[in-house]
């Protein structure tokens, strides 16, 4: 006997095309979800490939205010949120020359907590596709459970043997497991695919974060004298030694 996939989906019994349905729902967050982080990621890049460059060149001429302003106008840049986010926290102190050690460390702490931000928005979703991925081939499983059930069942009611009593009732129970696996499948993908992202991102931000608090560091000591900045430095860590 053979079937189309609509006379078979047309045969299924309730429960087999609410599997069904359930499972083309996951299937639709996690191609919206795909879609909208893809999106977002490739927004982000292509923004601080525009946005390092000018960002390098203005702390090359000193110049913190249009370098903070270039952080503004890139608010899709992970990079420009995490350094702009540390730079208007300090800039005030670099401007009036009364950058200290503390300072220093205020604007590291800065850029520790734009850090966490960013990522934390950076992963938001990514929950819906390993919820997608994990839990697609078990609910399609379910409805391949309750079909042969019923196919078996079925059997025994008519009192009818062989493998041609069941066929239809086997083949409606295992296209839910396929369509289970179908919806898995991208969803572990993209999962993996833009976790390695963020991974990569993470470690781009963390990067230019620390050439940022070397610079200051260095602007520090070179403007607004390297002895007051080593003697407070020098301070704090022989109190530190003397505790």
Request: glycine letters at 10%.
């Given at each position: ?31 919206q ?19 390092a ?15 903070i ?20 926290e ?39 596709l ?40 086997v ?14 499948i ?35 000591s ?17 109190q530190?030694?003397?505790?």
């Amino acid at each position: 006997m053979n079937m189309s996939l609509m006379e078979l989906y047309e045969s299924m019994g309730w429960f087999a095309k609410g599997i069904v349905y359930t499972l083309l729902i996951m299937s639709a967050l996690s191609f919206q979800q795909l879609i909208s982080k893809w999106w977002s990621m490739r927004k982000a890049q292509a923004e601080t490939r525009k946005f390092a460059p000018e960002f390098s060149q203005f702390l090359e001429e000193d110049n913190l205010g249009e370098a903070i302003n270039l952080a503004e106008q890139y608010k899709k840049s992970h990079v420009a949120r995490v350094l702009g986010g540390a730079l208007s926290e300090i800039r005030p102190l670099i401007q009036d020359g009364s950058v200290t050690v503390a300072d220093i460390n205020s604007a590291e702490r800065a850029v520790e907590r734009e850090m966490l931000m960013t990522v934390v928005d950076l992963k938001r979703g990514l929950g819906i596709l390993a919820t997608v991925g994990a839990t697609a081939p078990f609910v399609g499983l379910l409805g391949t459970t309750m079909g042969i059930v019923n196919s078996f069942t079925g059997m025994a009611t008519s009192g009818a043997g062989g493998i041609s009593a069941i066929a239809a009732g086997v083949a409606e129970a295992l296209i839910t497991t396929a369509i289970g696996i179908g919806v898995a499948i991208p969803a572990v993908w993209s999962f993996n695919y833009f976790q390695t992202k963020i991974d990569n991102l993470t470690a781009e931000m963390t990067y230019t974060s620390k050439e940022m608090i070397d610079y200051l560091i260095k602007g520090v000591s070179g403007e607004f004298g390297r002895s007051r900045f080593t003697r407070e430095f020098n301070t704090a860590g022989q109190q530190t030694i003397s505790q």
